[in-house]
């Protein structure tokens, strides 16, 4: 439609509000309270605009431009002198209780406070009174909290009530006293608090590790990066000072974490930056373990050129590295450095996507689901991202009937949610115990594996006839399947969640069973399958064996080097298993970034670079592959990529010096020809040798002042920067100065618009897609003609044993990750070793909560730990808490023995 801003002729979106309108159209609109994922609410009455009735109408009429709809005709003004001078006295009222701390505020110069301020015209304080003034709360080890800063936009409480479903953070008092935190001091318990960073407008809350070793942030150099946490592939903004990383920051992708990032994505970085990192190569077995690469060349040449090879993969190690191992070992020497259970899950997964007989679903498809089912994967722990993605489709269901019914407009917040109250789209969160997604779900249902396949089964039978064998089911059973299809089948964009978190197969192919039995020509059924690690999909792709095939194989055949990729073996198989493993090899190379059981096991370890050191792809579970970019400036360092130490020991290989100088591009080239699966990989992002107009592109902001500065210590004269010839991205501030592509956007910044509020400006329309269309490449393409796909083998109903337990990991948002661990923040929210079972399993051992309980398997003892009662668990089952030194090797989905 048409609409007439100060007289000149726009064209824009139906559906829209005005302030929303007017910042996609690229015009400079000053707001607060307003949010693109959040929707108006008029509190800040800071966009205010003047509209008119028709062309003779010259008085017209304030509005706030966040409350008003976009009509066809629509004539406003927004540089109307009225207008402005209204917008001016509010922000002047806004701040006359602010400190004006600028100069000390951790979000001086990236403020979007700031930025209002000046596109207002307030430039001079008049208020000589007495500030209003309140004591600040202690909110943990993740967020710091300066009230006085606020000017009461209410954005935090939207934010960590409405859209993350937060309840220990409110608004308190009212008028001109009003104060958000919470009730008394306490760490904030939800795992999307750090957001609150980045959706305050002003500096209330701010990065709390950050302040560790603050930097301004126009002194950061920046690169566009990819979360190594989950499997889920968050877009992350990488900042770097001084050779060190001082903070991840949200890195808009429609198709992904749109806004936002969960804790652990935001603070699990400091792992980079940890005392445990390998930055020296070494040999070790000799009175200097300390070698130089030439030393290291020199060693390594007789083991890699007469032995045979065999390589270990890793789902966190980029698809660059795993290939660049496979070629060096060769493809039937090659191996995924997981379990043979986890790598058969992951097989499974990939042959279901490679079908296509279902829509690989995004976050942002799962955000717009209009019915979700979640079978046997506890999100909010283990993707807690699509945990929020789940709780918004859930949310927007229920606004966009309401909006229906009433002709509300779904941005109009407060509107919509007075009208809603409790009402919520459907949710079935079918689990092994609960979750804290249950509490917005229409049905839950927790049992043990089997019997959510069960479930799962009946629910596909009852959704398509005949094709699932359903003889075996109880009536409870087939009651609940109903309830749970007929809901299903009213949806128009359903979604099924699944993950390999359960250890079994079944569960898996159930859900898939259920999506492509939701399937039909006029509906788009999506499927989601959570996996272990940010690259296990990329692993698995590469169809290589497991972990337990290359220990056959290297029993069987003897005298082999093995080398290992960017993995703890311990943390993926039984300790017996690895240490016959390593027993059974002649030399052990390993590459890795941290030190580990396994990198104690190598006679040679090589150093490797992080996401934050180097730059790779990796595959997330829709299976989009994404690449990330160096931030690190390696100048002095032996800490290399994998995939270039690999190619180097290659070269010793063939006895050539091929390989030395490929970039990544080049290998994800070889890698398309030697694997057709991965067709098109090598488009995932530019060449290494584009520019624009000549240029490159700058990770450093235009008032980047520190390279002079960094080294003045020792030399006044600016050293030449760090030349990245594997990106487009240069180490610099010159360099091309407009809007880069989508992919490799490295920081958003625009005139007037320092904060992260900027990213409007790289988007086609606010909460949009970026300019070019969001990053990444799907390497699954469905197919609308294969809708016929079934697993029939439904399991037996579970049954518990005397003496036998189902041991299952117990997932914790924060406290789970291999690498995030290493960060102190989220070490001290990382939870204490336990056991979970029901009360029924510990009345057969005899126990109760707080015995220290042994979990034993094939002879192996576990260790001890204190146990708790779980009435939601079943008989049978027990849950330890996985991710921490205590259930390192434990053999997940096994039946163990237990003992007091």
């Given at each position: ?29 000053p ?6 994922a ?74 979007h ?23 600040n ?14 000017i009461q ?5 939207r ?33 999307f ?49 001084y050779?060190?990383?001082?903070c ?98 992951n ?8 079908s ?28 807690p ?21 009433i ?61 699932i ?32 978190s ?6 898996i ?73 390593f ?31 180097g ?175 079934f ?11 005397k ?48 015995d ?34 205590e ?10 023995q237990?003992?007091?």
């Open positions: 439609m048409t609409i007439l801003i100060d007289n000149k002729s726009y064209t824009v979106k139906a559906g829209k509000n005005l302030l929303e309108a007017c910042l996609t159209l690229g015009l400079d609109l707001y607060f309270c307003w949010h693109p959040m929707g108006s609410v008029g509190a800040c009455r800071q966009c205010a605009v003047k509209v008119f009735k028709d062309e003779n109408d010259t008085k017209g009429r304030l509005v706030m431009s966040c409350m008003e709809t976009v009509t066809e005709g629509l004539r406003l003004s927004i540089e109307d002198k009225t207008a402005k001078a209204f917008r001016e006295q509010v922000i002047e009222w806004l701040m006359t209780n602010h400190p004006h701390d600028c100069p000390v505020c951790d979000e001086g110069g990236a403020c406070l700031q930025d209002m301020t000046v596109m207002t015209g307030h430039d001079y304080r008049r208020y000589n009174f007495k500030k209003r003034t309140y004591t709360q202690y909110l943990g080890p993740l967020i710091n909290h300066e009230m006085n800063r606020c936009c209410y954005r935090c409480v934010y960590y009530r409405d859209y993350a479903g937060g309840d220990d953070l409110n608004v308190f008092a009212a008028h001109n006293h009003v104060y958000f935190g919470r009730e008394k001091d306490g760490v904030l318990q939800s795992p608090s750090g957001n609150l960073s980045e959706v305050c407008p002003t500096g209330v809350f701010t990065d709390k590790t950050l302040k560790e070793h603050y930097t301004r942030k126009w002194d950061l150099t920046m690169a566009p990066s990819v979360c190594n946490h989950c499997s889920v592939g968050c877009n992350t903004i990488a900042a770097e000072r050779g060190e990383l001082r991840m920051l949200n890195r808009y992708n429609g198709d992904v974490n749109g806004y936002f990032l969960c804790d652990r994505g935001r603070f699990g970085y400091e792992f980079v930056n940890s005392e445990n990192r390998i930055k020296q190569a070494l040999i070790r077995n000799r009175t200097n373990e300390a070698a130089t690469e030439d030393e290291i060349m020199e060693h390594l040449q007789p083991l890699i050129s007469v032995n045979k090879l065999v390589g270990i993969g890793s789902p966190r190690a980029s698809l660059e590295s795993n290939f660049a191992l496979m070629q060096l070992v060769g493809k039937e020497n090659f191996y995924q450095g997981i379990s043979e259970d986890e790598a058969h899950l097989r499974l997964v990939v042959e279901m996507l490679f296509g007989c279902v829509h690989s679903a995004s976050l942002k498809d799962i955000e717009q689901a209009d019915a979700v089912l979640v079978m046997g994967e506890d999100i909010w722990n283990t993707a991202m699509l945990a929020l993605a789940v709780r918004q489709a859930v949310v927007k269901t229920a606004a966009s009937q309401a909006s229906q019914e002709k509300i407009p779904v941005w109009l917040d407060s509107a919509i949610k007075e009208l809603t109250q409790e009402e919520k789209g459907f949710l079935a969160t079918l689990t092994v115990t609960t979750s804290p997604v249950d509490d917005i779900a229409t049905h839950s249902w927790h049992a043990a594996p089997d019997d959510l396949a069960r479930l799962g089964f009946a629910i596909a039978s009852y959704l398509q006839p005949g094709k064998n359903n003889t075996n089911f109880s009536e409870e059973l087939l009651n609940r399947a109903k309830t749970i299809g007929d809901a299903l089948k009213k949806a128009k964009n359903p979604v099924v969640i699944t993950g390999i359960c250890y079994n197969d079944n569960v192919k159930a859900a898939f069973d259920v999506a492509v039995a939701l399937s039909t020509s006029d509906r788009k059924t999506g499927f989601c399958c959570v996996m272990t690690e940010c690259n296990s999909m990329g692993l698995a792709m590469m169809e290589a064996p497991s972990f337990s095939v290359a220990n056959e194989n290297i029993k069987t055949n003897g005298h082999a080097t093995a080398v290992i990729l960017e993995n703890d073996i311990y943390k993926h198989v039984t300790s017996n298993l690895a240490d016959e493993f027993n059974s090899c002649d030399h052990v190379i390993a590459l890795d970034a941290l030190h580990n059981a396994t990198t104690e096991k190598a006679q040679v370890l090589l150093p490797a670079a992080t996401f934050a050191d730059d790779g792809t990796l595959v997330n579970n829709e299976g989009r592959a994404q690449r990330f970019f160096q931030v690190i400036p390696n100048t002095t360092s032996q800490v290399q990529e994998s995939w270039r130490w690999l190619r180097k020991l290659q070269s010793l290989k063939l006895h050539t010096l091929n390989g030395h100088a490929l970039h990544p591009d080049d290998l994800l080239r070889e890698m398309e020809i030697a694997l057709p699966q991965f067709k098109d990989i090598a488009s995932v992002s530019l060449k290494h040798d584009f520019t624009i107009h000549g240029e490159k592109i700058p990770r450093a902001p235009h008032r980047y002042s520190g390279r002079t500065a960094i080294l003045a210590n020792k030399n006044v004269s600016e050293p030449k920067p760090f030349n990245d010839e594997d990106s487009p991205l240069s180490f610099t501030m010159e360099g091309y100065k407009g809007t880069p592509p989508s992919g490799v956007v490295p920081f958003f910044w625009s005139p007037g618009w320092n904060s992260v509020q900027s990213v409007n400006k790289y988007q086609d329309e606010t909460n949009g897609a970026l300019r070019g269309g969001n990053p990444g490449l799907l390497l699954f393409k469905e197919k609308i003609d294969n809708k016929d796909l697993f029939n083998d439904v399991p037996e109903s579970f049954v518990a044993a003496d036998r337990w189902l041991l299952l990991p117990k997932l914790d948002a924060l406290g789970s990750g291999e690498l995030s661990s290493y960060s102190a923040a989220l070490k001290t929210l990382s939870p204490q070793p336990f056991a979970i079972m029901s009360p029924g399993s510990l009345l057969a051992l005899e126990a109760k909560e707080g220290m309980l042994q979990i034993m398997d094939a002879g192996i003892v576990y260790g001890s730990l204190p146990v708790k009662a779980d009435e939601n668990l079943c008989d049978g089952v027990v849950l330890v808490t996985a991710g921490l030194r259930s390192i090797g434990m053999s997940w989905g096994a039946r163990v237990i003992g007091k």
